[in-house]
């Protein structure tokens, strides 16, 4: 069964710590993607990665880090640095970032306080 | 820049009674666009697409689109709600192929929420 899956979906941490995401594929996608979403506000890009060893900021990268050294996975790490790190967030893949379409995992909601 | 606006936060429909949810563009090039839809604590799905075929696409569930580009429209239908069917529904449009270092990168719009009565 081909995916996304994102651990956990719920995630509580206290203020000051450093959390990370996981997120990981198997649909052989060349390119993945970190979102946030917070109510009535759409999604908004953190940061995306074309090919393995290479990712780019998105619209709001302040306070959050990335690695991809491996084609499957994608973690994201939300530091203390993050003023507001509450929030729901979403990663996607899609086959290349010429695609468009892009398939999203179930999300997850991170409590920080 | 792309920009995508969808002009209602909230529609309520009855059951049975047929979907209308708006949406605009704008765009410096030959868009993209997407709908995509959210179920309460869950990842988004994709309802359809245009990728400059047809204006008129159809997608899963029963919705479907129409791309207007002389009033920069992509408002998605559905001609008889289901109870199911009430989620959060974004537009999206794609950045063009040339457009800046974000190649392929999704533009959201802030998101409609349908609701579905009885």
């Known amino acids: 069964d081909g995916g996304i899956t994102q651990s956990p979906k719920y995630l509580f941490r206290k203020e000051g710590q450093n959390v990370t995401l996981s997120c990981e594929q198997n649909?052989?996608?060349?390119?993945m993607y970190w979102y946030r979403q917070d109510p009535g506000q759409g999604l908004r890009l953190i940061y995306y990665?074309?090919?393995?060893?290479?990712?780019q900021k998105g619209d709001i990268a302040e306070g959050y880090s990335v690695s991809r050294e491996k084609k499957e996975s994608f973690p994201l790490t939300v530091t203390s640095a993050q003023k507001n790190p509450t929030a729901f967030y979403l990663c996607a893949s899609s086959q290349d970032s010429f695609a468009g379409e892009q398939y999203f995992g179930p999300g997850t909601r991170l409590t920080v306080t | 820049a792309q920009s995508v606006t969808q002009l209602d936060s909230h529609v309520s429909v009855s059951e049975g009674t047929p979907v209308l949810l708006r949406c605009n563009y704008s765009s410096s090039y030959s868009p993209s666009l997407f709908w995509y839809v959210q179920h309460p604590n869950k990842g988004l799905q994709l309802l359809l697409k245009?990728?400059?075929?047809?204006?008129l696409v159809k997608g899963i569930n029963g919705f479907e689109a129409e791309f207007k580009k002389s009033e920069t429209s992509f408002h998605l239908t559905k001609p008889s709600a289901h109870m199911s069917d009430a989620a959060e529904y974004f537009c999206?449009?794609?950045?063009?192929?040339?457009?800046?270092?974000?190649?392929?990168?999704?533009?959201f719009g802030k998101g409609t929420k349908l609701s579905v009565k009885p």
């Open positions: 990665s074309q090919i393995v060893n290479d990712f």
């Open positions: 245009y990728t400059s075929a047809a204006t």
């Open positions: 999206v449009v794609s950045e063009g192929v040339n457009y800046g270092g974000s190649q392929g990168n999704l533009i």
């Open positions: 649909l052989n996608h060349d390119a």
